[in-house]
């Protein structure tokens, strides 16, 4: 569990680099920029945990993931300059988080007796409402919603898990299995540039 | 009870047809399309849940609700073509979930010995939360704030449920007479193109 | 505990006035400008309730605050063309509600044995939540993320109330100086034009 954590630490750091950089971009204040860091990293395991009834949630109960997210923000702000270059491997760090965010988010769920729509929901919940909330406050509408394979490798990762939750696997192996499934599509869909089908009909805009 | 479920599960489908449309009208990818069909179907009566305590809400104790919303929002997205003639049977079902969804949150509410400006608040936040989360993901400002009697309907519909549960009305007859209320407020709203008054200063333009 | 229930009342009727102001100038209906009134006045407290567990949330246990809310936006609706003139005197209960809410909010969750830098943010939560749904309910980017020394203003008085809530001073004498403090911060910023840092960099347009 202790390897749980630490991926965890690292996917709360990258997200938060995430909701601060969005900040920056908006011309947001220096606590502006703190505030869509910390609501980025902690804000999906929050909603989780307030639909669990999980009170108060983990984000408040062990501050070390408030106090990462705010040193990660700050740091982004003092050393934007150089942000840039952080970009790629960054992308690997939150395809890190999002992998460790669903497997903690379905498991949870499935540790509380949820059923198995919930289960996947509640892991796709903790790894992409932080970044609705970002997008929103952003004024922009939320990126998951619009492009990418990114909610989707949560999907498959949460499905994972639950029909191994079903199984003999034992539970260490069913994470690891989840979590790297979710990671590796995630991945794959960067570099083939998946997308997701949408409705590209001329039509729409004269309704 | 079983004719208030099923008038439940009508209202559902008939708010993840319209946030299902919502997102293909923004051009979201399917995966958005389901969320917004989802958020729209359940949000409000999830945010209902949350504020009385009664967690997890009902949209995870039962997942007949999520089943319902994602194979309706699968339903138009693959139908879109279609969806515009059955735009007018739709207002029908939105009114019929509306009915159903105030009498469910302000009986809920009551039941929960709450008091009558909270009873009536939470038919209206279970029957218009959803579309508000609808309009903030779509990046719009919630339509339900700026025009039409519709959050009004419900509150007509709410106050006649605090009234006769005072009373000894039975709690079947109350519950049919709100909804009925409810539903023949928003029909007449929409038939007679009714406005609540709002403030059109020209003068506010340049504050 | 009686005066702050009065500060708290009055810090509700400006934050309520504030959020029915926003509704009229984006020319929303009635029944929007009465929404966007309730939830900029009670949305801060009932977030830090959600998050601490504490439900039904403070707004729903005691009517007032909701009666209060409506009252206000009812009459800042009525009477709004004479609201530029309050707008000066408003900034005033603006702050006395910000110093309120912080004490409030930090010191309810020091009570429930919450780690410094949660209660903290509970604290900014109760004091500038409403106002940031208010802004994403009226399509806009929270002000408070953007400018102004305001949630500042917040983290500074409730780091106060938890430094002395460790030392001997007694409570009241501790909620006085931290909520002092805070309104005293306010006004200060108020007057000077106090700024937080932001990046002004002319290349960020391009990325």
């Not at 004024?139 to 939320?142: A, F, L, R, Y």
């Given at each position: 569990m202790s390897l749980l954590y630490a991926l965890d630490l690292i996917g709360t750091a990258a997200f938060a680099a995430s909701g601060a950089w969005a900040g920056i971009r908006r011309q947001m204040d220096l606590l502006g920029v703190i505030v869509l860091g910390l609501v980025t990293a902690t804000g999906g395991g929050t909603l989780r945990d307030i639909l669990l009834g999980d009170l108060p949630p983990f984000s408040l109960k062990d501050e070390t993931y408030l106090y990462t997210s705010i040193v990660v923000a700050l740091a982004v702000f003092v050393g934007h300059r150089h942000f840039e270059r952080l970009h790629h491997p960054l992308l690997y760090f939150d395809a890190i988080g999002l992998g460790t965010f669903v497997v903690i988010g379905t498991g949870k769920a499935l540790a509380m007796q949820a059923g198995p729509l919930t289960a996947i929901l509640m892991g796709v919940a903790t790894a992409t409402a932080g970044g609705m909330v970002r997008d929103v406050l952003s004024?922009?509408?939320?990126l998951v919603l619009q492009r990418e394979v990114y909610a989707s490798a949560c999907i498959a990762g949460g499905a994972i898990l639950v029909v191994l939750h079903h199984t003999a696997v034992p539970p260490t192996i069913a994470i690891i299995v989840a979590a790297t499934a979710t990671i590796a599509i995630r991945l794959l869909a960067i570099w083939r540039n998946w997308q997701l089908p949408r409705v590209?009909?001329?039509?729409l805009d004269e309704k």
């Open positions: 004024g922009q509408v939320p590209n009909d001329r039509a």
